[in-house]
């Protein structure tokens, strides 16, 4: 009997190569589990334009075809997880179940505040080149961009800092109630970056989905704490 395969898709910033010890617990458990590096990330280049979520989710797609992976169970980690619901919504009938963790379905960050947070992003370039203000630009973007929870988007460079709005600002709703293959939010207890909150709200949506906390650990819980979330991945894909 083939052995099952996991992709582990990575949160924005990271590479595949921060998951590579859950790829081993998984696969000492048996299973065959894949670590790419998105575009954009890690060993792969920076594209020269920005991108979307669909766009990640075909090379989500050329990765599969490549690799011939059959019926795969999709592991997406934040930025990750926004892919996996994506590919499943363009792509269905291919994945045989999706593990989330702290994934964004919701965005955490207030809407008014995040549109005002995309407005001033496009506007604020030209006040902040004019002097004397150009001598506080860097210290006064940080502090704003943490504020209102756009952290990655001040780490973001080139073609990824529209990209990253590209992602943020996609609604996911849809793609989440499309979801009809078995789905487990495997969360943070203590995740402050995407609060177990967006979890339940989820949850509530996707009725093929089940919630398991891991208590004391949080938004990386998956590369903090590998082997607990693997065995608990092993017990949902058992169960399946």
Same mark, same amino acid.
């Given at each position: ?9 990575? $949160?924005?910033?990271? +590479?595949?190569?921060? %998951?590579?010890?859950?790829? *081993? ?5 048996? !299973?065959? /589990? ?90 604020? $370039?030209?006040?902040? +080149?004019?002097?004397? %203000?150009?001598?506080?630009? *860097? ?5 704003? !961009?943490? /504020? ?93």
């Amino acid at each position: 009997m083939k052995r099952q395969s996991i992709i582990i898709l990575h $949160g924005w910033g990271l +590479s595949g190569e921060r %998951f590579l010890p859950l790829a *081993e617990e998984l696969r000492a458990r048996g !299973y065959t /589990a894949y670590v790419p590096d998105m575009p954009g990330f890690g060993a792969s280049s920076v594209p020269k334009n920005s991108l979307t979520l669909a766009d990640y989710a075909n090379f989500l797609n050329i990765f599969i075809q490549k690799h011939d992976i059959r019926n795969p169970v999709l592991i997406g980690h934040s930025f990750g997880g926004r892919v996996s619901i994506k590919y499943n919504m363009m792509y269905p009938k291919i994945v045989r179940a999706l593990i989330l963790t702290g994934t964004p379905g919701f965005t955490p960050v207030n809407r008014k505040k995040l549109l005002l947070f995309i407005f001033l992003a496009k506007v604020g $370039g030209a006040f902040w +080149s004019l002097p004397p %203000f150009c001598l506080f630009r *860097e210290f006064v973007q940080k502090w704003y !961009y943490y /504020a209102v929870g756009a952290r990655d988007f001040y780490r973001a460079e080139g073609s990824m800092r529209q990209t990253f709005k590209n992602i943020v600002q996609e609604d996911l709703e849809l793609a989440m109630k499309s979801v009809k293959i078995p789905c487990l939010l495997l969360w943070g207890g203590q995740d402050t970056i995407v609060p177990i909150s967006i979890a339940h709200k989820m949850a509530a949506i996707m009725g093929t989905s089940t919630l398991i906390t891991i208590p004391d650990f949080g938004h990386n819980v998956p590369y903090r704490n590998s082997a607990r979330f693997a065995h608990l991945v092993a017990q949902f894909i058992h169960r399946i």
